[in-house]
């Protein structure tokens, strides 16, 4: 059995996260949440003064809005929509009649407005940009969201509906890549506290197909992608718990973002993935919180 299966049935078995039938589908249990939830708030000693403005979306967004994001474009294999029944009486009898012989009874349903969120920040442009010119000074802003990402696996640390607390930076160049250098030293301060091995590394996103692997390529060379990464499944290749995103003035030109006098504004992100936060704390210090050492547990509870 491999690494990553072993650690799943161990936290099966342990009862923090609860089987659903489908991999990178589970249930937390309150101990599981209990951290995540005490991790969030170490995020906030850290980053809580900064004046972020804090908005929470539902996990699900504006089709309209995803569609001019341009995920299809790179991510096409991992978004996820959001379809129901509009039919009629008939179209009900025949779908009932599907389901009772086994047949394929979703081929009639239709696309609604909502597709899943693929990241925490997605629904935050396009409400920035309605607001009208942000201040020369940029604006920061914090954001939870579960997400969605169709890639389901047996790697507890790849799951498909799984949580993002992303603080978002808009501004000039200088201003976002400042913001995104803090939170990589930050970063590397909290995990350190918490007991955890990390390492900073360049990445790239998952691009599709042949153009993407040019694009891949492209945000690596330029540094747009670094991750904070932990052993949680394996030493030699550790998981990616945090990323440093650098969107240049692409989101600002996307979504219509400007300064008050007139520039395109520069955004940046830096995202926690919060089950894989969890994970490698459970990974490093045992799978029973009430075991964990004294100091990393003061560092979480106080
Ligand atoms: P990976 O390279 O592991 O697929 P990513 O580069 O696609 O991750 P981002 O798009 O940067 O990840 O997402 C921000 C953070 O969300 C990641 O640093 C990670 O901690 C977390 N994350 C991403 N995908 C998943 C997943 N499938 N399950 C759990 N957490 C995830
Ligand atoms: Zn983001």
Request: glycine share 8%; with cysteine.
């Amino acid at each position: 059995m491999d690494m990553q299966t072993n650690f799943l049935d161990r936290l099966f078995d342990a009862g923090l996260l609860i089987e659903t039938g489908v991999d990178g589908l589970y249930g937390r249990s309150g101990e599981f949440e209990d951290v995540i939830a005490a991790f969030e708030r170490l995020i906030d000693r850290f980053g809580g003064q900064d004046g972020a403005e804090a908005m929470r979306f539902p996990p699900g967004m504006n089709r309209a809005y995803f569609e001019t994001s341009g995920y299809m474009k790179s991510f096409p294999q991992l978004a996820g929509t959001v379809h129901s029944f509009c039919g009629n009486d008939h179209d009900h009898m025949s779908l009932l009649k599907c389901m009772e012989v086994g047949e394929d009874w979703t081929k009639e349903q239709e696309a609604t407005d909502i597709v899943l969120t693929p990241a925490a920040c997605y629904p935050l442009y396009p409400t920035v940009a309605r607001r009208g010119a942000l201040p020369m000074t940029g604006k920061l802003f914090d954001l939870q969201s579960y997400c969605f990402r169709h890639e389901p696996s047996k790697d507890p640390a790849r799951q498909q509906l799984f949580r993002m607390r992303e603080y978002v930076c808009m501004g000039t160049e200088q201003h976002v890549t400042d913001f995104r250098q803090s939170w990589m030293d930050r970063g590397v301060e909290m995990m350190k506290l918490l007991g955890l091995t990390v390492e900073i590394d360049v990445a790239n996103d998952p691009f599709f197909g042949r153009a993407g692997k040019m694009m891949a390529n492209n945000q690596r060379d330029q540094n747009l992608k670094f991750e904070l990464l932990i052993p949680i499944t394996s030493v030699a290749k550790p998981t990616a718990c945090m990323s440093f995103n650098y969107h240049q003035d692409a989101f600002g030109t996307k979504w219509g973002l400007n300064l008050e006098d007139g520039a395109v504004a520069h955004t940046a992100c830096v995202g926690f993935g919060l089950e894989r936060i969890a994970l490698a704390l459970f990974h490093t210090h045992g799978l029973s919180t009430s075991d964990w050492q004294e100091d990393i547990r003061k560092i979480l509870w106080g």
